[in-house]
């Protein structure tokens, strides 16, 4: 069974750097996109960004600039660099796996479902001078 | 960015009632739609992938349907295990992006 096992600091001042990783336990690294999302308090889901197991990677625009997510496979691990951050950065962050569900084939073209299946157990970060 | 929006934003019901929470996208996205059930304190859980497809383990009490822009998640038979937060959440393109949640709560 696949776990998740996430940790970074969870106290930052305005304009220090998030520094995150998710490490990934009981199975395959490869062939799955591992992403990134955020939950400020008392508030939504936002996707932060992913990576694979060769480092290709998708990012939000809104975060772009700030973002920086990495991989390395010989720990299983995948990381989140997230700069200059302000108190609204203050969320609870979590990892997760983005794995390929199903696959349907309509008239030769085939579309492939993906949905966020295994998370870590989510990261408090606060962000405060 | 594809906007996602859901309705009602929460909702009160009995334990037994058959509940039912919509997701509209703001282009379409065929049936690149999953939902999520979050509670208090717990990572997100998913529930329904590719709009209608139960995951592995999932009751089968939840049911999504839709396609296009409109979609819907129903629970039938409401059990106590259910009251939670409900997101939907588009895979069709990035920045993949959630709906804003639908709490549902006991009456």
């Known amino acids: 069974q696949v776990q998740l096992q996430q940790w970074g600091a969870g106290l930052l001042k305005p304009s220090e750097t998030l520094s995150l990783t998710c490490a990934v336990f009981?199975?395959?690294?490869?062939?799955?996109?591992w992403s990134w999302i955020r939950q400020p308090p008392g508030k939504g889901l936002e996707w932060i960004g992913e990576?694979?197991?060769?480092?290709?990677?998708n990012y939000n625009p809104s975060l772009k600039s700030r973002v920086t997510i990495s991989v390395d496979t010989s720990k299983n691990q995948f990381s989140l660099k997230l700069s200059s951050v302000t108190a609204a950065d203050t969320a609870v962050y979590y990892c997760?796996?983005?794995?390929?569900?199903?696959?349907?084939?309509?008239?030769?073209?085939?579309?492939?479902?993906?949905?966020?299946?295994?998370w870590g157990q989510g990261t408090t970060v606060t962000v405060s001078s | 960015d594809i906007q996602m929006t859901q309705s009602p934003s929460s909702l009160s019901a009995s334990v037994g009632d058959r509940v039912t929470i919509t997701c509209r996208a703001s282009q379409s996205i065929s049936s690149y739609l999953n939902w999520y059930q979050q509670k208090p304190g717990k990572a997100p859980k998913l529930l329904i992938y590719?709009?209608?497809s139960l995951q592995t383990g999932v009751p089968s009490r939840f049911s999504g349907s839709g396609s296009g822009t409109d979609f819907t998640l129903t629970i039938s038979n409401l059990q106590p295990e259910d009251f939670a937060t409900y997101y939907c959440?588009?895979?069709?393109?990035?920045?993949?992006?959630f709906g804003q949640g639908t709490k549902v709560e006991i009456k």
């Open positions: 990576i694979n197991h060769s480092g290709s990677t």
């Open positions: 959440q588009q895979s069709y393109s990035t920045p993949r992006t």
């Open positions: 590719a709009a209608s």
């Open positions: 009981g199975g395959s690294f490869n062939g799955f996109y």
């Open positions: 997760a796996r983005n794995k390929e569900l199903s696959i349907t084939r309509i008239q030769g073209i085939s579309k492939r479902y993906y949905g966020m299946d295994v």
